[in-house]
């Protein structure tokens, strides 16, 4: 059974970086898999923040293009979500998902606050 952990989520003032890792274990076909990261701030729902699809073409939510970005190191079964110039609506759980699939991580927290 694939597992997924998040982590790097924490703290940041408005306008700083994060770089979240999401690393996965249980499988040996991490690199088929199409990887999604999303996120969920209180009383909203979740939402698709980023995927990178197993030959590596990436798609972003309209809100994040240019400031994030998504990658993926097949031989470490490890997913990335690069976050720069955050902003405090960003605040939010940050979840990867094995895109199409009921398999998730538990979550990182990123607050971003002054």
């Known amino acids: 059974q694939v597992q997924l952990v998040e982590s790097g989520g924490g703290l940041v003032q408005p306008g700083g970086s994060l770089r979240l890792s999401c690393a996965a274990s249980?499988?040996?076909?991490?690199?088929?898999?199409?990887m999604d990261w999303y996120r969920q701030a209180p009383g909203m729902q979740r939402e698709l923040v980023a995927g990178?699809?197993?030959?590596?073409?990436?798609n972003y939510a309209e809100s994040v293009k240019g400031r994030f970005t998504i990658s993926r190191d097949n031989a470490k079964r490890t997913v990335y979500l690069q976050m720069n110039s955050l902003k405090p609506d960003e605040t939010a759980v940050y979840y990867c998902?094995?895109?199409?699939?009921?398999?998730w991580g538990q979550g990182t927290q990123v607050t971003v606050s002054s």
């Open positions: 998902n094995i895109a199409r699939t009921s398999t």
């Open positions: 990178i699809s197993s030959d590596g073409s990436t």
């Open positions: 249980g499988s040996r076909f991490f690199s088929i898999y199409d």
